[in-house]
């Protein structure tokens, strides 16, 4: 068994891991999951690693703040398997994801700036009225509630549907979003984040959290592409 820590290019599991502060398992997890190359080995059975193998574990921890574990760790076993054009594919897929977000997020910025107040009354309406004021039909609220957007109650007498002052803010934001070309699926998740919120004004300081998310994502992204890089010159 190599005594010291270094020698030459050869790399014990230790030195790995306390270069990066984890656990010798963690680096052999690694190595077994297809994360990093293949290690030699000495006679007595020792695993022996190398400079790239330190540069193959350095782009997947430089990846995965931007990519998530399980992507970062498909990137790397396509590129020690020589499928560079699948990793580029997984990678792609991400920023695409990350783009679609960041329109998103400018969709709902738009969206609040546009939405018109609501005006004061007693509180609540009915799906007649609410559908007349904007231009739709009663069976376009009945789809929205359906999907989730809405939650209006039921007058116990009646059972109609009673909208209240939140009904009607979450109504006027889900058309907003609907003319701006979003899906239902994709409104949803919003209205619900409105409503825990507690309303339009509190959400601001969580789209400003949204947004600084996917700065800092995007920034880990430009990180760990530049790792992997260097990984894939290193391959070279």
């Not at 050869?10 to 690694?30: E, I, K, M, W």
Request: no cysteine.
């Amino acid at each position: 068994m190599e005594r010291k820590s270094q020698r030459g290019d050869r790399l014990r599991p230790v030195d790995l891991a306390r270069a990066h502060g984890l656990s010798t398992q963690a680096v052999r997890n690694y190595e077994e999951a297809g994360i990093l190359p293949a290690a030699d080995r000495t006679p007595h059975g020792y695993r022996v690693y190398t400079p790239l193998h330190a540069a193959a574990l350095r782009a997947f921890l430089a990846l995965v703040p931007g990519h998530g574990h399980r992507t970062a760790a498909a990137v790397m076993r396509a590129v020690n398997d020589g499928e560079a054009d699948e990793a580029f594919r997984l990678i792609d897929g991400v920023h695409a994801q990350l783009l679609e977000d960041r329109g998103t997020l400018r969709a709902v910025e738009d969206a609040l700036r546009d939405l018109e107040p609501v005006a004061p009354g007693p509180g609540r309406t009915f799906i007649g009225p609410l559908a007349a004021r904007l231009g739709i039909r009663p069976a376009t609220l009945r789809k929205w509630e359906r999907a989730g957007l809405l939650t209006p109650r039921r007058d116990p007498a009646t059972g109609y549907r009673v909208y209240d002052e939140s009904d009607v803010r979450d109504v006027m934001l889900a058309h907003q979003l609907r003319r701006g070309g979003y899906p239902l699926e994709r409104i949803a998740p919003l209205i619900a984040q409105v409503r825990s919120a507690g309303g339009l004004e509190p959400l601001e300081s969580t789209l400003e959290e949204w947004r600084t998310r996917l700065s800092a994502r995007g920034r880990a992204m430009l990180s760990g592409a530049a790792e992997l890089d260097a990984y894939l010159r290193e391959l070279e």
